[in-house]
């Protein structure tokens, strides 16, 4: 590091500075959700979860929201993202997530392999 650099990290401290957000979890309670609703304003992005008994019927379904998360953009954006990234692994790891319910009844269940299928690393499963 020149003598130059080393004066301008000591005059802004703040470059070196890292935050470490520790989560208590421990008073949250689980739930289960098969089905989310997305709705916003110009402020706010708010999600609606709940629980579909019969998430493949016909006509009318009527869902009980049993969550609701609201949020701001920025945090949306944010979720967003680690979402994302958390799908991009799973599907490296086991595979495409087949959301056509139609397409997955017909081809192999999720979790095996399909023959001659290349897995993750390079290797015939």
Do not use: W
Not at 24 to 48: H, K, M, Q, W
Not at 68 to 86: D, E, G, I, P, Q
């Amino acid at each position: 590091m020149s003598e130059k650099e080393g004066k301008d990290v000591e005059a802004n401290p703040t470059q070196q500075v890292q935050t470490e957000v520790v989560v208590d979890d421990s008073g949250t309670v689980p739930s289960y959700s098969n089905f989310c609703r997305v709705t916003a304003t110009p402020e706010e992005v708010i999600l609606d979860f709940g629980l579909n008994p019969q998430p493949f019927a016909t006509g009318r379904q009527d869902v009980k929201a049993n969550q609701r998360l609201v949020m701001n953009f920025y945090t949306a954006k944010r979720l967003l993202t680690a979402l994302s990234m958390t799908i991009q692994r799973h599907e490296g790891t086991f595979g495409s997530i087949e959301l056509d319910v139609r397409r997955r009844a017909a081809g192999t269940p999720q979790g095996f392999a399909q023959p001659g299928r290349v897995g993750p690393q390079g290797i015939v499963e």
